[in-house]
């Protein structure tokens, strides 16, 4: 079973965003699985820079998105985004070492990242992009590259 299992109410109704947050969603399932088989150190590693990589991708992209709606909550938002930020970095920075993060911190975090972020700040500024009639061009999904 996967750490985390998307479902329709994680959506926000704006296409690129939505599939970004899938996207998240299967690099946190491969991260979780690489650990809990004990997969070599190179591995995890290489896992959790994709994800650190794509966590910054997709909070520009966010961020490009409430900057060009002038989004009132913009500050707090970042202000989460940068708070995420700094943790995955401090877990690639200890992976790199050769050291497993503590698995029930990681995933009371991932579980922060992927549902309460989302179900709370992200819907917020999706009905707001949706209320200013924002819309992005839908783009073929790319998977991230593991």
């Not at 491969?30 to 004990?38: D, G, L, M, V, Y």
């Not at 050769?98 to 972020?117: K, Q, T, Y």
Request: aromatic share 12%; proline share 2%; charged share 30%.
């Amino acid at each position: 079973m996967s750490f985390f299992e998307w479902d329709n109410r994680f959506n926000i109704g704006v296409y690129e965003i939505d599939n970004q947050h899938k996207n998240l969603a299967y690099l946190v399932n491969t991260f979780f699985e690489s650990i809990r088989k004990n997969n070599n150190i190179e591995e995890i590693k290489l896992i959790v820079n994709e994800l650190s990589e794509y966590i910054w991708v997709h909070f520009q992209t966010e961020e490009n998105l409430m900057r060009d709606i002038d989004y009132q909550e913009y500050a707090t938002h970042q202000c989460e985004h940068k708070r995420f930020a700094k943790y995955i970095e401090n877990t690639q920075e200890k992976i790199i070492k050769g050291n497993v993060p503590d698995l029930i911190e990681l995933e009371n975090f991932m579980r922060d990242l992927l549902v309460n972020h989302v179900l709370t700040f992200d819907q917020h500024y999706g009905l707001v992009l949706k209320e200013k009639n924002v819309r992005l061009v839908k783009t073929r999904p790319q998977l991230p590259k593991i």
